[in-house]
C-alpha cells in the first residue's frame, strides 16, 4: 500500500456517550480519500470508556495516543507533534468529512504549492436541516483578516495544511475554547491560505457540544485580548475591539440574569470603552432597575 501522505487528528474523550458518533467520524475520514489516510486519535482525560479505547488500539487503521489532562486543545497539539505526512487536518468526534473531500483539498495544494494551507466550506446539521457554514464564502477572499473579525471561517474541520509550514507553535493550548477563531488569525497573519467554496464537512450540532457550555461563552473575553496582542492591521484591530466590547456587554446581560451585579456592573463599563460602547449607554437604566433595592418605587 502507498504510504499515507494526509493525517487526519482526532482529539476525544473516548465516552461511552460518544462511541456511535466517533466511529462515524472515523468511517468519514476513510471515505473522504481515494488514498491512505494516516488518522490520529488523542484520547484526553480519564471519562474513556475502556472497552472502546481497548477496541480502537486494536484498529490498525488507527493511531492512537492517550493524554490523562482533558483538553481538546491539548489534544491538538499532540497530534500535531504526532504528524509524519507531508498534510493534516482536524475532525471533532462528532463530526463528519464528506466524500472527497480530502482528496479535493490535497489536490488543491498539489496544484497550488505556493498555499500553505487550504481552507474550505462546510454544511451545519441540527439534526433536521443542513444549512451552510457560510453562506457568503466568497467575501473571504480579498480581505481574510478582516473577513475574520466579523465571523470566524476556520472550523475545526475545514482546512488541510502542510505540515513543513504550519508547525506545533501555532497551537496554543492555554484556550480550551474558541481557539479555531485565534488560530485563524495567526495563519492568516503569517502564512498564505487559499480558499475554496466546496462543502467538504458537516458539523454536527449536539447536546454535547462544546459550543453550548457556559464556560465557552465566558471564554471569548480571553481570546479576543489575546487576539489582539497580535500585530493585527489597524482596521482589524478596530473591528476586534468592537466585538470586545459586545463580548462585555453579552457577559454584563449574563451575570445579570444569574443576579449577580457586580460582575454584570464590571463588563458594563468595560463595554463602554471600546468601539460601539455608547450602543450600551441606554442599557444602564435596565441595569440600575434589576439591582434596585425592594420595596424602591
Known amino acids: 500500500m502507498e504510504p499515507a501522505r494526509v493525517s487526519i487528528i482526532i482529539p476525544t474523550t473516548c465516552e461511552s456517550k460518544r462511541r456511535a458518533s466517533l466511529l462515524k467520524a472515523i468511517d468519514s475520514i476513510l471515505a473522504a ?34 493524554e490523562s489532562v482533558g483538553s481538546a486543545p491539548r489534544a491538538q497539539r499532540i497530534g500535531r507533534e504526532a504528524v509524519r505526512t507531508e498534510f493534516f487536518g482536524f475532525l471533532d468526534d462528532d463530526d463528519e468529512y464528506l466524500a472527497g473531500a480530502l482528496t479535493l483539498r490535497r489536490a488543491h495544494l498539489d496544484a497550488h504549492p505556493e498555499a ?28 481574510p483578516l478582516l473577513a475574520l473579525a466579523e465571523t470566524n471561517w476556520l472550523a475545526s474541520c475545514g482546512g488541510l495544511f502542510r505540515t513543513a509550514r504550519v508547525g506545533e507553535d501555532f497551537f496554543d493550548e492555554r484556550f480550551r475554547y474558541i481557539e479555531w477563531t485565534l488560530l485563524g488569525f495567526k495563519l492568516a497573519l503569517k502564512r498564505h491560505l487559499d480558499f475554496v467554496d466546496v462543502p467538504t464537512f458537516k458539523i454536527n450540532n449536539t447536546p454535547q457540544s462544546l459550543s453550548k457550555s457556559e464556560a465557552y461563552e465566558l471564554a471569548h473575553i480571553d481570546v479576543l485580548q489575546e487576539i489582539l496582542r497580535l500585530p493585527l492591521p489597524a482596521p482589524v484591530a478596530a473591528r476586534v475591539r468592537r466585538k470586545l466590547g459586545a463580548a462585555h456587554h453579552l457577559l454584563s446581560d449574563f451575570f445579570r440574569a444569574k443576579g449577580q451585579a457586580g460582575q454584570a456592573w464590571r463588563h458594563h463599563l468595560s463595554s463602554l470603552r471600546y468601539p460601539g460602547g455608547l450602543d450600551y449607554l441606554a442599557y444602564t437604566r435596565r441595569l440600575l432597575w434589576a439591582i434596585r433595592p425592594v420595596g424602591a418605587s
Do not use: H, K, M
Request: hydrophobic share 45%; charged share 25%.
Open 33 to 66: 480519500a481515494d488514498e491512505p489516510v494516516a488518522v490520529i486519535l488523542v484520547v484526553n482525560g480519564t471519562r474513556f470508556d475502556a472497552d472502546l479505547l481497548e477496541s480502537l488500539r486494536d484498529d490498525d487503521r488507527l493511531v492512537v495516543i492517550y
Open 116 to 143: 500553505d494551507g487550504v481552507v474550505c466550506n462546510g454544511v451545519r446539521f441540527n439534526g433536521e436541516v443542513e444549512t451552510p457554514f457560510l453562506t457568503d464564502f466568497a467575501s473571504i477572499y480579498p480581505a
